[in-house]
């Protein structure tokens, strides 16, 4: 994979074929930060106040799981997803409480299963689809492409952070 | 500004408008994560390992500085520009060091210095440029957008380090 190119990438449109070699890139860095991690290390806190790299493993998948919801089939959680992702939609006291115990493979599975899909459901549109726009209740605009790109600015400002606890996980 | 659109951006073309829409993005989100911060905020050290935000907003402005001079001029630093951000192009003991005492002004004043370079630039190249490769010694391919796509991760990644940072400095 030519993962310091962004440009075209088989099987998408040109504005979306960028964005996915973006998307990969990030996510390639992500796994970077995870590698090797053990599931005492993946429940590391420094103190009260953090967040686990296991939770902030999981809270990326499960922010793009709300963003496939969003952009892709403009609608709501659904029950099951509610049920399934709760726990780390924001991190704070139930994630750290119930996010532990996973052995790294637990939190690349669900990373990559999220990550399939929204491979899946951006190659069935087009550039037109990624500059929709939609607007907030104050009336302002913002597109797909904006929301995509914010998805993978939440991930990488987790994976900092990623970056920083693994520096000091034991 | 239309803060939350990806897309064309008056005085680029197509594809660099659509970079420049990025960054601006992400230099908000840095700036908002900086706001109202005190000298002492700005100088606060969780522990000895740690950067302090006063030293990750330098090595921000910093690395900008490195990939102007890589990606508009081809060349390397100049001595003047390794003296003044030398400190910072690497976080370690001597930015730890040699970053410290500043009110937030000082920070933002070189971010915005440093951008206002990189923005002059873009206007004055093309898509093509965007494009335009080169090659790491092992052949990887790499372009110009990947290498700005690369200074905006930067931005976030040190961007999540340093909103973990204000959360916990006094």
Do not use: C
């Amino acid at each position: 994979m030519d993962l310091y190119l962004i440009g075209d990438v088989e099987g998408f449109t040109p504005q979306i074929g960028r964005l996915v070699s973006m998307l990969n890139y990030v996510r390639h860095t992500t796994l970077e930060a995870a590698e090797g991690l053990s599931p005492s290390q993946l429940d590391y806190m420094p103190d009260v106040q953090s967040n686990t790299i296991g939770a902030l493993l999981s809270h990326i998948a499960a922010a793009e799981v709300g963003y496939q919801a969003a952009t892709f089939y403009e609608r709501d959680l659904t029950a099951q997803e509610k049920d399934e992702w709760g726990a780390v939609f924001a991190l704070g006291d139930r994630s750290r409480q119930e996010i532990r115990d996973h052995d790294l493979s637990y939190y690349l599975a669900r990373l990559e299963q999220v990550r399939a899909v929204t491979l899946l459901e951006l190659g069935r549109r087009d550039d037109a689809w990624l500059e929709t726009e939609t607007t907030f209740r104050n009336g302002q605009r913002i597109n797909n492409y904006f929301k995509w790109f914010h998805i993978l600015g939440h991930e990488i400002n987790h994976r900092g952070q990623i970056r920083w606890l693994r520096a000091r996980a034991r």
